[in-house]
């Protein structure tokens, strides 16, 4: 049974950081991503990043704000957000794909495993 547990979301006032984490029960073999869903809103791809990690892609929105990141021995993938603005609010899920290569598309119809989520509120 896969499982990906996020954490990390919380309050925070526009032009803060923070870093959420996903710890899966997969090994390094799976490309994962970070999605976002805001109230109202569809479910939006927010970064990528391959098997390896040495391949990453983002939604344009956060690009030069957001850092995806894997630690593959600990199974942890993260997302550093910086320079939050309050359209970043909404609801941030992991996700793995059974490919082990980049997703440049980010369309959640491509992963298979989800997480249930950590919010994040910028006001």
């Known amino acids: 049974h896969v499982q990906l547990v996020e954490s990390g979301g919380v309050s925070l006032q526009a032009g803060g950081s923070l870093r959420l984490s996903c710890v899966a029960s997969?090994?390094?073999?799976?490309?994962m991503a970070w999605f976002r869903q805001a109230p109202g809103k569809e479910r939006e791809g927010v970064a990528g990043i391959s098997a390896g990690g040495g391949g990453t892609y983002y939604a344009e929105s956060v690009k030069g704000r957001f850092t995806i990141s894997r630690d593959s021995a600990k199974k942890t993938l993260f997302l550093q957000m910086n320079s939050l603005r309050p359209e970043d609010t909404g609801m941030y899920y992991c996700a793995a794909t059974e490919k082990w290569y980049l997703d440049t598309t980010l369309f959640s119809g491509e992963y298979k495993y989800w997480g249930l989520g950590t919010q994040v509120t910028v006001s």
């Open positions: 997969l090994d390094g073999r799976h490309c």
